[in-house]
């Protein structure tokens, strides 16, 4: 293990316009990188980091390409965990508090569990994984990833049993993958050109991308409800809502996209690998560009951290790169968090049984001002809850919830705009009560 904080560039974008100077532009909506350079150690692709995610510690957790996991903070601390392992490429939080990853290479694949202070577990016997690529929480409690040679889609419980999926759908080179507001998984074909959705009970769709040989890679869930893929050499970045139904956006540069995450200002964040720029994206279709102040320095994976603003890992520049995007960050969606108004609000439960067991509920969306929370079981509806713009009636946003459940709930609602929060909690043992909540957040849009 090493810790080090590494020396840090500072630099400050507006448009596509990069300002080398120490000055800010006299400008509100300035965008401001700074980088952090990897130590190398003489391994090569030591400091090429690739995949990066948000963990449940607070801090930002990547891959480098060959034989390291690392950590950073959000103040730039950096601390590399050796693992042996060549091929890194996927990386997630798991519901378990624990960091999940995969690697492919030499004729082997594993998928790992490392936890926070560095402990590595492997998974997947000689033979039983082909290529892991993706990895993701999913709605169920389990974690799920795309096997990119083995074509299949598979799930493993934190226990580390893995189940297989998609043996005969046909799948054709499966790389990324989201847990999307519905409820589903969604993946990307890289050489198949398709969209796919996986249900937690493994029941696959696929849907054709409209540009051929667009090579769909990177995958997220969006603030609208819809599922949002960069396509990697269509220069296109993709949605597709929950029926199937698909648009494409084209870029305004050639920019090769692939990560993609949803992030602030309630619009999507994009890596362009050879235009190294981070693209943004409105629910619209409106595209800006920011150009990464290292040049060719390969953006690949993209993230929210805890402190709102995007991380990002420079796989040619070594670096890990931040945006500070001066923009509010709205919700992210994942696997216990429902995202509601344009990702303004943010809704999560937690519950306990008499037994003193439990956890925190799943979230799936159904519109943009409601969704719903699973607790035991995907297909079992516990907790249904909106947020309603009441602002023409009493200039407030309005909380109603509903409950088919008599175990201790605590609902809790934050505002992502102002901060401001509210939790509602149904005692052990008392039938949910309807909350009808027509005076809960103030700050009504102009």
């Not at 667009?214 to 970045?237: L, Q, Y």
């Not at 500070?324 to 919700?331: I, K």
């Not at 901060?419 to 009808?436: D, M, R, T, V």
Request: net charge negative; aromatic share 10%.
């Amino acid at each position: 293990m090493r810790d080090a904080k590494m020396g840090w560039s500072r630099w400050v974008a507006a448009g596509l316009l990069v300002l080398a100077s120490g000055s800010l532009p006299h400008t509100m909506s300035a965008q401001v990188f700074f980088e952090y350079r990897l130590p190398e150690v003489g391994i090569p692709g030591s400091g090429s980091p690739a995949s990066i995610a948000a963990g449940s510690d607070g801090n930002l957790w990547f891959t480098e390409q060959r034989s390291w996991i690392g950590r950073i903070t959000t103040s730039g601390v950096v601390t590399e965990f050796p693992v042996n392992y060549d091929g890194l490429f996927g990386i997630t939080p798991g519901p378990d508090g624990n960091i999940w990853f995969t690697f492919a290479a030499g004729g082997e694949s594993k998928i790992c569990r490392m936890t926070p202070d560095g402990v590595n577990t492997q998974f997947g016997s000689y033979g039983q994984l082909d290529g892991p690529a993706g990895i993701v929480s999913g709605p169920d409690g389990n974690l799920w990833f795309t096997e990119t040679s083995g074509n299949r889609i598979d799930r493993i419980t934190t226990a580390g049993v893995i189940t297989p999926f998609g043996r005969s759908s046909n799948l054709s080179g499966p790389v990324g993958i989201t847990a999307g507001p519905d409820g589903n998984l969604w993946f990307t074909e890289n050489t198949g050109n398709r969209i796919g959705r996986i249900t937690p009970q493994g029941e696959i769709s696929q849907f054709p991308v409209p540009t051929a040989g667009s090579k769909p890679w990177g995958i997220a869930g969006g603030p609208d409800g819809n599922v949002w893929f960069t396509e990697a050499t269509g220069n296109r970045i993709g949605r597709i809502r929950p029926d199937g139904q698909i648009s494409e956006f084209l870029l305004p540069a050639r920019g090769n996209p692939v990560g993609i995450v949803s992030g602030p200002g309630g619009a999507l964040w994009f890596t362009e690998q050879s235009g190294n720029r981070i693209g943004r994206i409105s629910t619209s279709g409106e595209i800006t560009e920011f150009m990464i102040p290292t040049p060719n320095s390969g953006p690949d994976g993209i993230a929210v951290g805890p402190d709102g603003k995007l991380w990002f890992a420079e796989t040619l520049g070594k670096r890990i790169g931040q945006l500070d995007t001066g923009e509010t960050s709205p919700c992210s969606p994942d696997a216990t968090t429902l995202c509601l108004n344009g990702g303004r609000f943010q809704l999560r439960t937690q519950f306990e049984t008499p037994d003193g067991s439990g956890g925190d509920g799943r979230a799936v969306g159904l519109a943009g001002d409601s969704g719903y929370f699973t607790f035991f079981d995907p297909g079992n509806v516990e907790v249904v809850a909106k947020v309603l713009n009441g602002c023409a009636v009493n200039e407030r946003y309005w909380v109603f919830a509903g409950g088919l459940t008599n175990v201790h709930v605590v609902l809790t609602v934050v505002d992502m705009r102002t901060g401001a929060s509210k939790s509602y909690e149904n005692p052990l043992g008392i039938p949910f009560a309807p909350i009808q909540d027509t005076n809960a957040f103030p700050a009504c849009p102009e």
